[in-house]
């Protein structure tokens, strides 16, 4: 075991060193600028659409007073309870009075959703299925409203706030759980997606058996599945620091988010445990599936249903957020692709801590599982050279093991040129 682990520290301190003094890693960290980028400029438009969808415009053609009053009113509800809770309202040319309610709507010149006529105490309102059913209440509301002059002047209602109560202090601690399971999400699957090439390029290049030959194929698996997690906790720790230096320059550091039950210093640091159980999960995961493709076309294929797989998993997390204690969380929480994000949810939610401690117990019993299998699978399919990745006691203690240790400079071990 301990030759094991400083054979993985060896192969884990190799790739490490290759992929962070690398030219491509550089690009590695711009990436997420640009998805970021059009991300919000996707939202900016899609929201600006989406408001212009969600508020049809209706015509409104009753008499010259009834149209001023139910205008009035709209201004003053609009005040008290919100200019997105009620209809457009657009008030159409004497001209228009005389046509039909179908005649207005098919004028493409107007863009009316609807058109609203009759009088206030018996308004009829014209158009599709949509504005109909979604405005007819309004639209009677403010009619109400209108047709009586003295509820015009609303009364003052007089507000006492509290600090906090339960009912909002759950719904707030909900908006923290789902905001860290989709960053935790986000992260692994942008993350975990490298592990799954790892292996091909030194296959290709026959590095991979003289690894074999060296050292443990468990130790191989090991050190290339941590040095690939140590590169993601340096890409981690890059965007946190470019994220909150650019936040700093523009207001508060920190969004004012609810606080977790378990409080934010533990939520930060389970958070931390919580990325790295899933990386390393998804990451043996992959490391066994990409040891198996031959190239990277391979590759490529293997990774949509392995992506897909995951989406599942992480939309059966999400689901599981609102119901904390019942069959289905527990589940999500004992199923080990979903345990990380099913977990940091329930820290955001529930103040105990031995369940994390179990949880993350389990999480790395079956890292070991997965990497156990993947070295299996790839010894039985992909090495065929006799007792290629096995490593006996002898050769392991004076042959191979020392040769590999010294070619990466570890004091007292024989360089492999000898």
């Given at each position: 075991?301990i030759?094991?682990i400083?054979?993985a520290?060896?192969i884990?301190?190799?790739?490490?060193?290759a992929?962070i003094?690398?030219?491509?890693f550089l690009f590695?960290l711009?990436?997420p600028m640009?998805?970021l980028?059009v991300?919000?400029?996707?939202?900016l438009?899609g929201?600006?659409?989406?408001?212009?969808?969600?508020?049809?415009?209706?015509?409104?053609?009753?008499?010259?007073?009834?149209?001023?009053?139910?205008?009035?009113a709209?201004a003053?509800?609009?005040?008290?309870?919100?200019e997105r809770?009620?209809p457009?309202?657009?008030q159409?040319a004497?001209?228009a009075q005389?046509?039909?309610?179908?005649?207005?709507?098919?004028?493409?010149?107007?863009?009316?959703?609807?058109v609203?006529?009759?009088?206030l105490?018996?308004?009829?309102?014209t158009g599709?299925?949509?504005?109909?059913?979604?405005y007819?209440?309004?639209?009677?509301?403010l009619s109400?409203?209108?047709?009586n002059?003295q509820?015009?002047?609303l009364?003052e209602?007089?507000?006492?706030l509290?600090?906090?109560?339960?009912?909002?202090?759950k719904?707030?601690?909900?908006?923290?759980?789902?905001?860290?399971?989709?960053l935790?999400?986000?992260?692994t699957?942008?993350?975990?997606?490298?592990v799954?090439s790892n292996?091909?390029?030194e296959?290709?290049n026959?590095i991979i058996?003289?690894?074999?030959a060296?050292?443990p194929m468990?130790?191989?698996?090991?050190g290339?599945l941590?040095a690939?997690?140590a590169?993601?906790?340096v890409?981690?720790?890059?965007w946190t620091t470019?994220?909150?230096?650019?936040?700093s320059?523009?207001?508060?550091?920190?969004?004012?988010l609810?606080?977790p039950?378990?409080g934010?210093p533990?939520?930060?640091?389970?958070?931390?445990?919580?990325?790295?159980?899933?990386?390393?999960?998804?990451g043996?995961l992959?490391?066994g599936?990409?040891a198996?493709a031959a190239?990277?076309?391979?590759v490529?294929?293997?990774s949509m249903?392995?992506?897909?797989?995951q989406?599942i998993?992480?939309?059966?997390a999400?689901?599981?957020?609102?119901?904390?204690?019942e069959?289905?969380e527990i589940?999500?929480?004992?199923f080990p692709?979903?345990?990380?994000?099913a977990?940091?949810?329930r820290?955001?939610?529930?103040?105990a801590?031995?369940p994390?401690l179990?949880?993350?117990?389990w999480?790395a019993?079956f890292?070991v599982?997965i990497l156990?299998i993947?070295?299996?699978?790839f010894?039985?399919n992909v090495?065929?050279?006799?007792?290629?990745?096995?490593v006996?006691?002898g050769?392991?203690?004076?042959?191979?093991?020392k040769?590999?240790?010294?070619?990466?400079g570890?004091?007292?071990r024989?360089?492999?040129?000898?």
């Amino acid at each position: 075991m301990i030759e094991t682990i400083r054979a993985a520290f060896v192969i884990g301190r190799r790739d490490f060193t290759a992929i962070i003094f690398s030219k491509a890693f550089l690009f590695f960290l711009l990436g997420p600028m640009f998805p970021l980028l059009v991300g919000g400029a996707a939202g900016l438009v899609g929201g600006q659409v989406a408001r212009d969808i969600d508020r049809p415009v209706i015509g409104v053609a009753m008499s010259a007073d009834d149209s001023r009053q139910l205008l009035a009113a709209r201004a003053t509800l609009a005040v008290e309870i919100g200019e997105r809770r009620l209809p457009e309202l657009k008030q159409l040319a004497p001209s228009a009075q005389g046509m039909s309610p179908e005649a207005l709507l098919n004028d493409r010149k107007n863009g009316l959703a609807a058109v609203l006529g009759g009088t206030l105490d018996k308004p009829v309102l014209t158009g599709t299925r949509g504005p109909v059913e979604n405005y007819g209440g309004e639209i009677a509301m403010l009619s109400a409203f209108a047709e009586n002059a003295q509820v015009m002047q609303l009364p003052e209602v007089e507000t006492r706030l509290v600090q906090s109560s339960a009912g909002n202090e759950k719904q707030k601690r909900l908006v923290t759980a789902q905001g860290a399971q989709v960053l935790l999400f986000m992260l692994t699957m942008l993350l975990a997606g490298m592990v799954l090439s790892n292996l091909v390029e030194e296959k290709a290049n026959k590095i991979i058996e003289i690894l074999a030959a060296a050292v443990p194929m468990d130790a191989v698996f090991l050190g290339k599945l941590f040095a690939m997690l140590a590169m993601a906790f340096v890409g981690i720790t890059v965007w946190t620091t470019v994220g909150f230096g650019l936040a700093s320059l523009s207001g508060p550091v920190l969004p004012s988010l609810p606080t977790p039950a378990v409080g934010w210093p533990l939520f930060v640091a389970l958070g931390i445990v919580y990325f790295a159980m899933a990386y390393l999960i998804l990451g043996s995961l992959f490391l066994g599936i990409g040891a198996m493709a031959a190239t990277v076309r391979e590759v490529q294929t293997l990774s949509m249903p392995v992506t897909m797989a995951q989406l599942i998993n992480f939309f059966l997390a999400m689901y599981t957020v609102t119901k904390l204690g019942e069959p289905i969380e527990i589940f999500a929480c004992l199923f080990p692709f979903t345990s990380p994000f099913a977990m940091i949810a329930r820290a955001a939610q529930d103040g105990a801590l031995w369940p994390h401690l179990l949880a993350v117990a389990w999480q790395a019993l079956f890292v070991v599982i997965i990497l156990r299998i993947g070295v299996f699978l790839f010894r039985r399919n992909v090495m065929k050279s006799g007792n290629a990745g096995r490593v006996r006691a002898g050769r392991d203690k004076d042959g191979g093991g020392k040769k590999l240790f010294g070619l990466f400079g570890l004091p007292g071990r024989t360089p492999m040129a000898d």
